[in-house]
C-alpha cells in the first residue's frame, strides 16, 4: 500500500462517507488525515481506512485463524453449497459491489437486506400508500424559502447540509436565505440552523416519540376550513402549542417554496411510516396553493445505491429473494430480524465502515472493512477494498436523481467485494 503521508497533488473525490456526496472534497494528507472542504464525519471515515494502511492486520481468516485468500473463498463457498436458506445482509457497499451481489443471491436463493432498512421500510411503505412529492438537492439549494426538520438535526447525518445548500451565496436566483424550523428537536442540537448573519431558526421542542400525535394535529389544523379561527378542543398536543403548530403551518403555507426534511430512521416506534404519511400527506395538501416539498434524508451506507440496484435487477428494493430464479419481495418477513429465527447461514457485507455482524448460531461469511475486529470471530472473513478509496464505483446520491462515480485514491493489496463474490458465485455448482 501507499506509504507517503501527503498527497501531492491533493486528489479531489466524492466523498462517501455520507448521502451528500460532496465532490468538492479533497485529500491533502493522509497521516495525519487531512480533507480539504471535508467535515469530521469524513475526516473519521478516512482515518479508519488509513489506520489500517501500514501493518498486515487486514488478512483473511477462519475462526480467526490467519489464512489466504483463495483458502478463505473455498471455504466461504462451501458454507453457502450446504446452505438451503441463506441471508445476506449488512449491504453496505456500492452499486458495482451490490451487482455482483444479486448475482450471487440469484444463484443460492438468498434473502438479502441491508443493514438500515428498519428506516429505509418507512419511506417505501408511504410512497408505496400514497406516494410523495419530493424534492432535490439542486432545488434546496436555489430555491428553498424555508426548511421545517422534523426529528432530526440533519447535520448528524449529513454534515455540510446546511454550508452547502442552505447558507450558499451562489444560488441561481437571488433568493434570500432560507427561514429555518425545527419541530421535534433538542434546541441544543440547532447550532447549524444558525444563519451566517445571526437569524436564530425557529425551535419547537418536542419528544420523537410524540411526533404521531402532533403530526396528526397539523393535519387536522390544515384540514379545517380556517383553522385560524377554528376552536380546538385542547391548547396543546404532545406536549406542543396549538398555537406553535398554527403558527409553523402559516409559515409553511406562506413560503415561497418550503422543505420539509425527515430521517425515518430517527422515527423508532410502532408504524411509524403513518408520521412520514403525515408529512407527505400535509405536503400534498399545501401544495394545491402553494410550493413545498419532501426531502427524506438517507441513513448511509450505500443504503440507496444498495436499494436502486436491486430494484433495477429484481424489480424490487431489498427484503427480497429469488426463489427458482423469480423476484419475491416482503417487508417485513424478509426482514434481517425475521430471517435470522430460521437462515441457515448468514453473509454479512459492509465495506464503507466496520460495522460487525449480528449475533447468530448459524455459519456466517463476513466480507468487509477491513479494520473489523470480533467478539466473536465469524467462519469465514475475507477483508477487502474500501469503495471510494481503493477503487472505482458509482453512488446515489441522496436525493435519488444523481448518482455520482467515486474515485480510487490509493492503491490496495486487498480484492474488491465484486471479485470476492464473483469467485464465490463461479465456484458454486
Ligand atoms: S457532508 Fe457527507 S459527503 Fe460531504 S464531506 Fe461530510 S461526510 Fe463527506
Known amino acids: 500500500m501507499k506509504t507517503s503521508n501527503d498527497t501531492s497533488p491533493a486528489i479531489n473525490f466524492s466523498c462517501p462517507a455520507c448521502g451528500l456526496l460532496c465532490d468538492d472534497v479533497a485529500l491533502v494528507s493522509t497521516s495525519p488525515v487531512r480533507i480539504q472542504n471535508g467535515c469530521t464525519k469524513s475526516i473519521t471515515f478516512f482515518e479508519q481506512a488509513y489506520s489500517n494502511e501500514y501493518d498486515n492486520i487486514a488478512s483473511a481468516s477462519l475462526f480467526g485463524k490467519a489464512t489466504d485468500l483463495n483458502t478463505a473463498i ?13 441471508l445476506f445482509s449488512g449491504l453496505g457497499t456500492e452499486v458495482t459491489g451490490m451487482r455482483s451481489v444479486m448475482h450471487l443471491a440469484e444463484k443460492t436463493g438468498a434473502t438479502l437486506d441491508h443493514m438500515h432498512s428498519e428506516g429505509a421500510i418507512l419511506n ?46 451562489d444560488s441561481m436566483f437571488d433568493k434570500t436565505s432560507p427561514e429555518i424550523i425545527y419541530l421535534g428537536v433538542p434546541k441544543e442540537n440547532t447550532q447549524a440552523g444558525i444563519s451566517p448573519s445571526g437569524t436564530q431558526p425557529l425551535v419547537v421542542e418536542a419528544e420523537i416519540a410524540k411526533l404521531p400525535e ?22 396543546q398536543v404532545g406536549g406542543v402549542s396549538i398555537a406553535s403548530l398554527l403558527n409553523i403551518l402559516e409559515k409553511l403555507k406562506a413560503a415561497q417554496y418550503a422543505v420539509v ?43 440507496l445505491s444498495v436499494n436502486n440496484t436491486s430494484t433495477w435487477l429484481s424489480g424490487f428494493p431489498t427484503r427480497n429473494r429469488f426463489t427458482h430464479g423469480k423476484a419475491e419481495y416482503d417487508a417485513y418477513y424478509f426482514s434481517s430480524a425475521e430471517q435470522l429465527k430460521s437462515c441457515d447461514a448468514l453473509l454479512w457485507i459492509s465495506t464503507f465502515n466496520a460495522h460487525l455482524p449480528p449475533a447468530t448460531g448459524v455459519p456466517t461469511i463476513v466480507i468487509g472493512h477491513p479494520n473489523m475486529q470480533f467478539e466473536r470471530e465469524p467462519d469465514v472473513f475475507i477483508p477487502v477494498c474500501i469503495p471510494g478509496i481503493d477503487h472505482l464505483g458509482a453512488m446515489a446520491r441522496m ?31
Open 214 to 235: 402532533i403530526m396528526n394535529a397539523l393535519q387536522a389544523l390544515m384540514n379545517s376550513k380556517n383553522p385560524l379561527h377554528k376552536k380546538p378542543s385542547t391548547d
Open 124 to 169: 417505501t411503505l408511504t410512497l408505496q400508500n400514497g406516494g410523495w412529492q419530493n424534492t432535490t438537492l439542486t432545488e434546496v439549494k436555489n430555491r428553498a424559502t424555508l426548511i421545517l426538520a422534523i426529528g432530526t438535526d440533519i447535520v448528524s447525518s449529513h454534515p455540510r447540509f446546511f454550508e452547502k445548500l442552505v447558507w450558499n451565496a
Open 74 to 86: 473455498k471455504a466461504a463457498t462451501k458454507i453457502l453449497r450446504g446452505s438451503k436458506q441463506p
Open 399 to 429: 436525493d435519488n436523481v444523481v448518482s455520482l462515480p467515486l474515485k480510487k485514491v490509493r492503491e490496495s493489496t486487498l480484492p474488491t467485494l465484486s471479485y470476492v463474490i464473483t469467485q464465490i458465485k463461479d465456484s458454486l455448482t
Open 261 to 303: 426534511v425527515w430521517a425515518a430512521g430517527n422515527f423508532k416506534y410502532a408504524h411509524a411510516e403513518l408520521t412520514i404519511q403525515s408529512i407527505t400527506q400535509l405536503i400534498v395538501k399545501i401544495n394545491k396553493t402553494s410550493r413545498i416539498a419532501g426531502l427524506p434524508l438517507n441513513a448511509g451506507d450505500g443504503d
